[in-house]
């Protein structure tokens, strides 16, 4: 990779303390910061040269006079701090981070906060990233953003650096559009509107992936089309990633001395025959107190296990400081306690509770000597604890219990996939657990760890990469009007003899508005085009799908010809309209009754009738909806339509019905067979265009407004694109 990488993050992937008045580091252990850490050293062991950058927050108020003096030494090992007040980091990182997204993106809507002064916080310190991130990017960087901390920073970046590679990737859940939809309006728009600022936008599961693309539709607006989004101005590209880890690493930990060290410890455990392991950060999502009240409630069903097993419980500290946290590890606590009490004997503990984080030889001696790992969270982005243990098990024998709220669930099928919130499914699975035969044990994890060893985080970072730059190149290649190409478009026109230029309307000359009554010409458009008009030897077309009367109304005074209906009917100046083909209007008497039936299944939507079109519009429709009886009513208006001469079109949120025979198509075949101009323009942005485009062929410059797939040349990004082009019509250009 000849690029350089600039991973931005909310942390950076240090901890700091203070040791004698001084700050000390070291390296941050689990999550994004060992993966992308072991990416980042493999990295560096290939490819020497390679580029990289690491941008965030330190992990120490910025307001802190040492804090500021550790750039120097950070930026020795590549890495950029983005400094945060106290203050901030409470309203951000405690306030709106962990007490309004995370509890909602995990599904849990009651525990959500909504404060606007949290919300103004995330902006705030989304706009310090922003402005850090300015200070140290490279026109061809890729930028890669991470995580639920940084949802508006793509498009804050777009707005500066519009041709700039952003990658984005959410490693928690993404919610069903009915939670998410408990966000403000503004709040979950600007989110959604941030996420899209990037060209690639990954998550760990094809369902958030999903969900993402869902609220999308239904929230803004825009379709999609095999996971690419296509907005006003640019597209972005929804795909899935599930994050590995370094198999290698917790394959060959048994090996070490220190974990060995580890393991000779738990070996000390007299009297017990199985391990069963649960290691999780102190939260709500993981589930920790629902797996004690599982064991429990194995042990009192199972009593022959009773000083045979030993559930060791590891609970990594986490927000002490939050009193929903310092409740959860008393209930843990006392729950621990009332086993313990209950069931214990002097010579059996059944649960050797931890509150502690552990050192990778402590981790990986549990790993490798536990018969059992219950890894059951009630909501979990991906969960590596499930993927951890199954590298780790050298003799493959062992079993992973696995919530199938995980998004490690999806990749490891083979582990005993119960529902948390069920307590006997999870004795259920304890039980068949302690009792599977080592060949089954074997078999299993034999399939989960070749699947891991395939897909490890450094393949997972360099598929991740290696999309965004594909697609990224597939943007810049992919006819995207350049400002020299602009400027041999004005050099034509000014050079020709006769000019013809044919304008689609709707998207094109002025933004889709939600109702058509709302997108009448403003004062500037109409300067602009009669302008145009009256240049030398130019003929100006307006194409659109709008009745004639809305077109007369609309261009009453200016010198240009309009064709309505998508090339029913023409007015060549101001002569009257007329039809190109004769056309029969017989068979909307079958299709009304069928639009009203869709009206009225589909609140929001309408019918616009013209004389030989009639057009069902759903823009104002619930999205998922709208989008299924769009379909239905296609397939039965094609049915029904069979043996009539018309024509049924799905364009932006619109089904049409038009008669056949006429068409944008069939107006520039009008045109050219009656004059022969040495320069035609041709610009649209639906698919009713794409017959202009190709009839017109490579006779004219012909561009599409809008990512999607066109047989037009070129691409612009938006109707203001449009007008600028328009607009360098008229200046003067020498060669």
């Excluded at 931890?354 to 001696?365: D, G, H, I, P």
């Excluded at 194409?543 to 609309?554: A, H, L, P, Q, V």
């Amino acid at each position: 990779m000849s690029e350089r990488l600039v991973i931005i993050s909310n942390r950076l992937p240090l901890n700091f303390s203070r040791q004698d008045g001084k700050i000390k580091f070291t390296k941050s252990v689990g999550g994004l910061a060992t993966g992308l850490s072991s990416y980042l050293a493999s990295l560096r062991a290939n490819v020497p040269q390679a580029k990289y950058l690491w941008v965030g927050w330190p992990g120490l108020p910025g307001d802190n006079l040492e804090v500021k003096g550790l750039e120097v030494s950070l930026h020795a090992k590549k890495m950029h701090p983005v400094m945060i007040s106290a203050e901030e980091i409470k309203h951000f990182y405690n306030g709106f981070c962990n007490d309004t997204v995370w509890p909602l993106f995990h599904s849990f809507p009651y525990l959500v906060s909504y404060n606007n002064e949290e919300w103004a916080a995330y902006r705030a310190v989304n706009e310090r990233f922003c402005e850090e991130a300015l200070k140290v990017l490279q026109p061809d960087d890729i930028v890669w953003i991470h995580d639920y901390h940084l949802m508006l920073l793509p498009k804050m970046l777009r707005e500066r650096l519009p041709d700039l590679a952003i990658g984005f990737f959410l490693h928690i859940p993404f919610p069903v559009f009915e939670i998410f939809r408990l966000l403000p309006n503004k709040w979950r728009r600007q989110i959604l509107q941030g996420m899209l600022g990037s060209d690639l936008i990954g998550f760990h599961t094809y369902d958030y992936s999903r969900h993402f693309i869902e609220c999308v539709g239904r929230i803004l607006g825009y379709e999609h089309s095999l996971g690419i989004i296509t907005t006003e101005n640019r597209a972005t590209k929804v795909d899935t990633f599930p994050m590995g880890i370094d198999f290698s690493k917790f394959y060959e930990g048994a090996n070490r001395r220190a974990v060995q060290r580890e393991q000779a410890k738990l070996k000390k455990i007299e009297g017990v025959e199985k391990i069963i392991l649960s290691v999780d950060r102190l939260d709500y999502t993981k589930g920790i107190i629902n797996r004690l009240q599982g064991y429990q409630t194995f042990l009192t069903e199972y009593p022959e296990w009773r000083e045979k097993v030993q559930f060791i419980l590891v609970v990594v500290p986490s927000r002490m400081e939050v009193k929903l946290y310092n409740d959860m590890k008393s209930e843990i606590d006392g729950l621990v306690g009332e086993i313990n009490g209950f069931f214990g004997t002097v010579n059996w503990t059944p649960v050797n509770y931890r509150f502690k984080a552990l050192s990778f030889a402590e981790l990986s001696a549990l790993y490798s000597m536990s018969n059992i790992a219950l890894v059951t969270p009630l909501r979990d982005g991906m969960n590596l604890i499930a993927k951890e243990y199954v590298a780790s098990r050298q003799d493959q024998s062992g079993v992973l219990i696995l919530s199938e709220m995980a998004g490690a669930a999806q990749e490891l099928g083979e582990a005993i996939i119960i529902n948390p919130h069920h307590r006997d499914e999870m004795v259920e699975a304890i039980v068949a657990g302690l009792n599977m035969p080592l060949p089954e044990q074997q078999e299993r994890m034999n399939f989960m760890q070749r699947r891991l060893q395939g897909y490890t985080v450094t393949r997972w970072v360099e598929d991740f990469i290696h999309e965004l730059t594909d697609f990224k190149a597939t943007q810049r290649e992919s006819k995207l009007l350049n400002a020299k190409m602009r400027r041999q478009i004005s050099l034509d026109f000014h050079q020709a003899k006769l000019k013809f230029l044919f304008l689609d309307y709707d998207g094109t000359l002025v933004p889709i508005k939600k109702t058509p009554q709302y997108a009448e010409p403003d004062t500037a458009l109409l300067s602009l085009l009669d302008t145009l008009s009256k240049q030398p030897r130019t003929r100006l077309v307006i194409i659109s799908g709008r009745d004639k009367n809305t077109m007369e109304r609309w261009f009453r005074g200016l010198d240009l010809d309009l064709v309505a209906e998508h090339g029913i009917w023409i007015r060549e100046g101001s002569a009257s309209w007329e039809i190109i083909k004769p056309l029969q209007n017989d068979w909307k008497k079958e299709v009304l009754p069928i639009l009203k039936k869709y009206t009225e299944r589909l609140p929001g939507s309408f019918i616009e009738e013209k004389e030989f079109s009639i057009a069902w519009h759903y823009r104002l429709a619930n999205f998922g909806l709208a989008s299924m009886r769009a379909k239905e009513l296609i397939n039965n208006l094609n049915h029904l339509l069979a043996k009539h001469d018309v024509q049924v079109i799905q364009g932006k949120r619109v089904v049409e019905v038009r008669s056949f025979g006429a068409n944008k198509g069939t107006v520039a075949t009008y045109y050219l067979e009656k004059y022969v101009p040495d320069f035609i323009l041709a610009i649209g942005d639906d698919t009713t265009d794409e017959d202009l485009f190709k009839a017109i062929g490579d006779r004219a410059y012909t561009i599409k407004v809008g990512y999607s797939k066109s047989h037009a040349q070129y691409i612009v990004e938006s109707h203001n694109d449009v007008r600028f082009l328009l607009e360098s019509l008229l200046e003067n250009v020498q060669e």
